[in-house]
């Protein structure tokens, strides 16, 4: 493995000072295009070079009619071209002294024999200058931190600690939306296409060194250096948890792959066993994917599978003993000086078992902090599963009752909620142990709406909460196992 | 089974002209006040009784201090009070001739010895009088479509065709919203509570006849008849699919329900047993279980299990092949005769196997109307799983290189979500086979935001979206072997 990330080829990927751009035009339409645009939205401060054979400036920058007349040597060159056109572009590239690019054109080796002839002259040429470069047929790349964004879809999430490397472009840039729905976000995001160069055993390399990066996510049709995957990733896992999503495992995924990338899946329980082996976290939805990403990105490893699920309902503290027991999580009973001091904080109705079912609290803070505190301190738990419920209207009727006006209750109910969302995030940040909320509410409600801006994992209802869990009581053992064996 | 709808005590619950409520007051931290507003914000028309020992006005609303005191007899009292004196207000509600009742205090069984025998004594007042009540010990019940909700929460979201019967009040009201954000919602709820009287089989036997349910919801910890479950619901089942999701499946779940509302649950393969013989589909989700409900609410039933996959990206379009093999559907390879009437749309990117990958296309409403015609037309196929993403800013960027002003093209671009929205929703409910969209995008996008409120099956992610068209296709296999058997 690399020592320094200067070595990697993704970091001049995801780092350049300057980029020539090939396929940007004023039509926009035209993907290229599409790309230079998301690059300024999202306000990329380095040089932007446009190289176009007949305009004189391209969204505002000057264009050059050949990448051997710009002023400089770019750090990176990204190509949106004809595919026949691609080959003697990387070799003007290579002529400048270019050591970096990304091919989004597609065209070649996933389209048939022509196409791959075309690849292996794209290869050889980029060979010949060692140019390194990412595609040809992905999407691009995105480095938040530097608010690059070479795609064609706008990246509006800030900064975020999700490195990802995937053999579909569109789980990098259909994810934008998705994920800036939670709060969370790509640290960087790096489509390979069809592999021609840089691979996605390069992109773990990179994501393990980065230190944006705090949980590398990997989308997988096909993994082609199997050896290398497996060595890196055991280097990398007792540091820095992985969490893959293997779309080959049933016989139609596998199909759909080969359409799509050419690639040539193998079997499911191949796939689990490479997993295993290499000590990364298997995910078996997209959704799943970025939750896991999320709780190891937020929390501290659980020392082992004991969770107190924390609710008000007892209907969904049902729901979620359930489903921490479909995880292989167990629900502990709660110590004698847990339940003693407990006692202080719960109403009559409340229950002292594991779920803890308070009903209701006198003050609605005990509930947040306080109590979530004393189960915190208990030594039979390794976690916290928690339901977060906090009903607007309800508040804006109590607060009415002390006689405020209702546009004045509501001003109020605002400022409460904030204030509640921020003591929990940051008590649930600040935790030794994993504290993980759940709710059927969403962005929507203002509360869950502050827990996301803050970071606080909170995911969609008890069953995706307790999987994840799952993979970090998993992700401990793994971890464990590949630090005594190393 | 009861041969009207008027002879179940649900009607009567449901139904009411007049109510008379007890517990609520002019202190809005009361619960009892708390439904009362729910009834009042919602727009309930009848008339309405508060029975309140010392308030003359509660709530705007004449008070009474005895029920007997009441210028008429209420359809239905609702009780919001505390336990102790709970029998004695069934008496009086007997003697003023009340029919129907809710009782939501609890205090009752589920505290032990002396509520249990508080509780003999209101099941007996209530048999005296011939009063068939709700609870104790429930959260209240709702009719959207007389636009009465009896709970403590508010219920925002327009009449829907769910109808829910519940052991925990938590997933009729905690639902509201939750079903709100999709546009789909309850017909009726009813939480059950200790099912005294009233139980969660009276329950199935109402929504069965009701005129505004398409699909009946459980949420089960404890099945107190069984052998009446089983009958009931096997005689439903042929008309109307009936749903559950059964929180005691784990030892965990058990422990939970029993704490919670006292259920003694049998273990997973009895419930398991019991759902098959019964026609029930099973959900292992609270969102599992409104997913299927809203497929079966919307969509035809499927022929068998062969689904078509469509999308516009490889990626995607490979997850769900995976999701859909793994939810027992198959892939059927599309015939000639689909392939060349595709061809004339699709561009030479495109991938005619399945999953339909169209990558893009000139016209976009050929993606999402003319394209899913030819598949609905496919012999071998039963049902269309459509990926769905229309990313608005790009849609912006296309109409603004027209020339017009970036203003100018936001408001053409959400004209042109709007329409597309709208021709899509038409042609998926029209269709004869179900036609399901998946997308990682939810309501915060104009486009799937339209579809949601044009009553469209869109499900968030194709592991959901593959789980409900297998549920679809169980319900069909199991609704003719009841037929069969019948």
């Known amino acids: 493995m690399m020592r320094k990330i200067e070595d990697s080829p993704l970091y001049g990927i995801a780092n350049p000072k300057s980029i020539a751009i090939f396929g940007a035009s004023n039509r926009y339409t035209a993907m290229g295009t599409g790309i230079l645009t998301s690059i300024l939205q999202m306000g990329y401060e380095g040089r932007i070079y446009p190289v176009h054979p007949s305009e004189t400036t391209v969204l505002g920058h000057t264009a050059y009619q050949s990448v051997l007349d710009l002023p400089e040597t770019p750090d990176l060159a990204i190509m949106v071209l004809p595919t026949r056109i691609v080959p003697d572009v990387m070799e003007e590239c290579g002529k400048k ?19 791959a002839v075309l690849e292996d ?17 992905c999407i691009g790349a995105v480095n938040t931190h530097l608010k690059l964004n070479a795609t064609f879809m ?16 569109s789980f990098i840039t259909q994810m934008f939306a998705y994920l800036g729905r939670y709060g969370i976000g790509f640290s960087n995001g790096f489509s390979v296409g069809n592999e021609a160069n840089i691979d996605i055993v390069d992109c773990m ?47 139609a995924g596998r199909r759909a792959g080969l359409s799509h990338t050419g690639a040539l899946a193998g079997e499911d329980r191949v796939y689990e066993g490479v997993f ?25 490893l659980p020392a082992g599978n004991r969770v107190i699920v924390q609710t008000h309902s007892g209907g969904p503290g049902a729901v979620a003993a359930d489903a921490c027991a479909r995880s292989g999580l167990e629900l502990p009973a709660l110590s004698e000086s847990t339940r003693q001091k407990l006692s202080e904080y ?13 009903t209701f609290t006198k003050n609605n803070m005990d509930f947040f902090v306080e109590i979530p505190r004393i189960l915190m301190a208990e030594p039979n738990a390794d976690a916290l599963l928690m339901y977060l419920m906090l009903p607007r209207r309800n508040i804006t009727r109590f607060i009415e009752s002390t006689g405020l006006s209702t546009e004045a209750a ?25 504290w993980v909320g759940f709710s059927y509410y969403s962005g929507e409600s203002p509360f869950i709406r502050g827990l996301y801006d803050a970071g606080a994992p909170v995911l969609p209802g008890p069953n995706r909460a307790a999987r994840a869990i799952g993979a970090m009581v998993e992700y401990k053992r793994l971890r464990e196992k590949l630090n005594a064996s190393a």
């Open 346 to 358: 719960l109403p009559q109705t409340a229950s002292m078992n594991n779920p803890v079912d308070l």
């Open 154 to 169: 706008p990246c509006e999430h800030p900064p975020g600690f999700i490195g990802m490397a995937s053999q579909s472009g």
């Open 410 to 434: 509501r001003a109020e109910t605002e400022k409460f909620i904030a204030e509640q969302s921020r003591q929990l995030a940051e008590a649930m940040l600040a935790s030794e142990k994993p």
């Open 121 to 137: 002259r794209l290869k050889q040429t980029a060979d010949k200058y060692g140019i390194r470069f990412l595609g040809p047929n």
């Open 276 to 300: 295993r082996q290499s000590g990364v976290i298997r995910a078996h939805s997209i959704e799943e994917l970025f939750d896991f990403c999320w709780c190891l990105g937020t929390c501290d």
């Open 205 to 251: 390399e990179y994501l393990a060194q980065c230190p944006n990066t705090k949980v590398i996510s990997l989308y997988i049709e096909s993994i082609r250096r199997g050896r290398e995957f497996i060595d890196t990733a055991r280097k990398i896992a007792p540091h820095k948890p992985i969490v893959a999503y293997y779309a080959g495992g049933t016989e």
């Open 97 to 115: 002294g270019i050591k970096y690019a990304i091919v989004v054109s597609g065209g070649f080796k996933e389209t048939g024999r022509d196409g």
